[in-house]
């Protein structure tokens, strides 16, 4: 008996590699990218926001630039290399240099914008390996943060440009104890 | 949110996505960036989408004779990291750089944005004041389309059914001028409530020898005011014979008002941003 083709008319198929390894789906043409990589790859760290392109939550990597995922046919990213910030930190669980210093700096509260900020600032100082205060809040402009202020963020981003370039160590050295006060 | 239903068909050609563009109801998709919100809120529902995104070299920008020719897949962060804008249009490169943020303007094309003519995009201004025009692909053959015929209406272009833009070629700006846009924006969006770009040549004693002006979010389209610039020929660069001559920049437009900015507002920015455009490229043609 001939094998039935199984697959819906309008089916299109998807190859693309995320995170290093290979994945294929078939998927209808309407078919957003953030969804693809959430409920077909199961890889829920890439967060739908707003889903119009303004908030930046679903940013990733496609063949190394950082784009909104929520305004990206699947199908138009099929043979990409892409990126998610679960292909950030290393397997042994060590943090990405950017993603200590949102660590170290208290850069995220809720934290649910804090995947698609990591690789906005990524871009950023890859296109700028030492921006400016300034420089950084244009970079994130395309991110939105409801609890943070940004302030905490851009430190993060300028600490993290630092520890990229090793200007400064991976790990920030502990603070020396404060000595109490002699009465 | 998800588009309706739609086929999508990858072209490998111009000349393929032409063919393919038979269907009225199919619409061509490169970075998607202005389609793709249209129909996440079901404002467009083409039955098929025809990507020319995957078409080879389409993305070139290349800068010879005076000009420089932009291809239709090239994206605003092309345009904003390119060196030879950067060298021979700088003020193309600044504009880029307003546009939305940094994620949009890695999938935003020129050609989309001329295509799509959003009253306030920054690009019609820019395109509009460094002069050119744009070379569409049809059924027929090539045509070109002077950027002053361009523009017809709020989002309605001088293309025809069928034609693709394939390149955008622009006026470098040559020694001894200077180029500038001045852009006040919604915060949010980063559209311009209004946006200015002017392309000045100084002649003797700081006397304006020519000016072109580009102007968009005032009116349902970009424009030139040629009166204006008429007007402000021959006029010394300085801050009030400038602010004189500018006064009528939205003269006979059909000014836009909505939540962000009345017709009085966008007529008082129209203003404040060509005088302030004009006086920044003069500083700039002075080298």
């Known amino acids: ?183 | 949110m998800f588009p309706a239903k739609f086929e999508y068909k990858a072209a490998g050609s111009l000349q393929e996505a032409i063919g393919l563009l038979e269907d009225p109801e199919a619409k061509v998709i490169a970075g998607g960036h202005s389609l793709l919100p249209l129909m996440k809120l079901r404002l467009a529902q083409p039955s098929l989408l025809v990507d020319i995104s995957r078409i080879p070299d389409l993305d070139y920008i290349r800068v010879q004779n005076g000009h420089i020719a932009i291809g239709a897949l090239a994206t605003y962060r092309d345009i904003q990291f390119s060196k030879d804008v950067q060298r021979s249009a700088g003020v193309l490169s600044e504009a880029a750089h307003e546009v939305g943020d940094p994620q949009v303007r890695a999938r935003g094309t020129l050609a989309g944005a001329l295509a799509h003519a959003d009253p306030a995009g920054d690009m019609p201004a820019v395109v509009m004041a460094l002069c050119g025009s744009v070379i569409a692909e049809g059924p027929s053959g090539e045509r070109t389309i002077d950027l002053d015929e361009f523009f017809v209406d709020m989002l309605t272009t001088a293309l025809q059914e069928r034609e693709i833009i394939r390149e955008v070629r622009l006026n470098a700006v040559p020694a001894g001028s200077g180029a500038a846009y001045q852009k006040f924006d919604q915060p949010a969006s980063h559209y311009a409530l209004t946006g200015v770009c002017a392309v000045v040549k100084l002649g003797s004693g700081n006397a304006l020898e020519s000016v072109r002006l580009g102007v968009t979010g005032v009116g349902p389209k970009a424009y030139r005011p040629t009166a204006i610039e008429q007007a402000l020929t021959g006029k010394t660069a300085d801050e009030e014979s400038v602010k004189a001559a500018v006064q009528g920049v939205v003269d006979g437009i059909d000014v836009l008002g909505d939540i962000h900015a009345s017709p009085e507002y966008r007529g008082h920015l129209a203003r404040v941003l060509t005088r302030r455009a004009v006086l920044q490229a003069a500083e700039r043609a002075r080298g």
Not at chain 1, 67 to 91: F, H, M, N, R, W
Not at chain 1, 151 to 171: D, T
């Open chain 1, 1 to 183: 008996m001939a094998q039935t083709d199984t697959r819906e008319p309008g089916l299109h198929t998807v190859t693309v590699t995320v995170n290093g390894k290979r994945e294929t789906r078939e998927v209808e043409p309407r078919q957003l990218l953030v969804y693809f990589l959430r409920e077909q790859l199961a890889l829920t760290g890439t967060h739908v926001g707003c889903d119009t392109s303004q908030c930046g939550a679903c940013t990733v990597l496609v063949d190394g630039v950082a784009v909104k995922s929520c305004t990206i046919l699947a199908v138009q990213a099929s043979g990409a290399d892409i990126k998610t910030i679960e292909g950030y930190a290393e397997p042994n669980g060590k943090l990405h240099p950017i993603q200590q210093a949102f660590w170290e700096e208290h850069g995220l509260q809720c934290g649910f914008c804090t995947p698609g900020m990591v690789i906005a600032i990524d871009q950023l100082l890859r296109d700028n390996p030492s921006p400016s205060e300034w420089e950084v809040r244009r970079g994130i402009d395309g991110n939105l943060c409801r609890c943070t202020g940004y302030q905490n963020i851009v430190k993060a981003a300028l600490s993290a440009g630092k520890k990229l370039s090793g200007e400064e160590p991976f790990e920030k050295p502990e603070a020396e104890p404060v000595a109490a006060a002699a009465h």
